[in-house]
């Protein structure tokens, strides 16, 4: 078992400026419509001139920070030569691109080191803001800015559970009834993106029922952020997710400021 690697705070500070980078070619798009060029993937969804845009940026800046190989959903390694990488980069160049068609500022960049196949360190940045959010192993969740952030951690459930969920897919389901039946009183909200994860991390919410497909660059690098705030991300089945696979494809989870509630959510 190779070492897990550390990313000092002058990486941190460098990851941060790539992804900031990254941001701004995505804001490039984003702020003027005539470079708008939207296609479609083999799975229907969206990929449009800022999602290539910010993942050039990141698959070439990222391996000045630490030297590993980058998978990033806009360029992507057959599993043949990536199933043996002990390190690399995780990258979701930007994840809510409905949220970018639709104009609601709510996506993010994700970016996760990954070690043998775990997330062990993950960074999202929100362009629209500035504000980024990190955490792992041995880097306790902030966020903010390198420099001017805040350690943020994830909040203990009494009495209201607020429950987050997606803009644009189905997510109702036996959740809540578990959490009635549990005495629970819930509040719901819908949200783009990973930036339900962050709301999880810094005390906003409670719980993100994940009940339609996301895929392993949508969840590394907010789970690192959410463990080290305190947070957990599992199977509805209460097993862990599983990263480096034959597909990329998650199956549905369930994510919560305080793993106390998984003992009611999962089955």
């Known amino acids: 078992m190779t ?9 941190i500070g460098a990851l941060f400026q790539l992804m900031k980078q990254a941001g701004d070619d995505i804001l490039a798009v984003y702020n003027d419509q005539s470079l708008w060029q939207t296609d479609h993937k083999a799975d229907a969804s969206p990929v449009t001139a800022a999602d290539l845009a910010a993942s050039r940026r990141l698959v070439a800046g990222l391996p000045a920070i630490i030297e590993c190989p980058v998978l990033s959903e806009e360029a992507l390694v057959p599993y043949e030569q990536r199933h043996g990488w002990q ?13 970018f068609l639709h104009q609601s500022d709510e996506f993010v960049i994700n970016v996760a080191l990954m070690h043998e196949h775990q997330p062990v360190f993950g960074m999202l940045f929100q362009p629209v803001t500035g504000i980024g959010w990190w955490g792992g192993r041995g880097v306790q969740a902030q966020q903010g800015k390198p420099g001017e952030s805040t350690m943020i951690t994830a909040d203990t459930v009494t009495e209201r559970v607020r429950v987050l969920g997606s803009r644009r897919s189905a997510w109702q389901g036996q959740w809540r009834d578990r959490l009635e039946a549990a005495g629970y009183e819930v509040e719901t909200r819908s949200v783009g993106s990973a930036l339900k994860f962050m709301m999880l991390a810094n005390g906003s919410a409670h719980c993100y029922p994940r009940l339609g497909p996301t895929s392993e660059w949508d969840t590394a690098a907010p789970q690192a952020i959410l463990t080290a ?12 997710l599983a ?3 034959t597909s990329t494809l998650n199956p549905e989870f369930v994510a919560v400021s305080d793993p106390a509630l998984l003992r009611i959510l999962c089955r």
């Open 87 to 99: 390190d690399y980069w995780l990258v979701d160049p930007m994840d809510g691109t409905r949220e």
């Open 243 to 245: 990263y480096g696979k």
């Open 3 to 11: 070492p897990t690697p550390d990313l000092s705070d002058q990486q």
């Open 229 to 240: 705030a305190g947070g957990s991300l599992v199977q509805w089945n209460g097993a862990p």
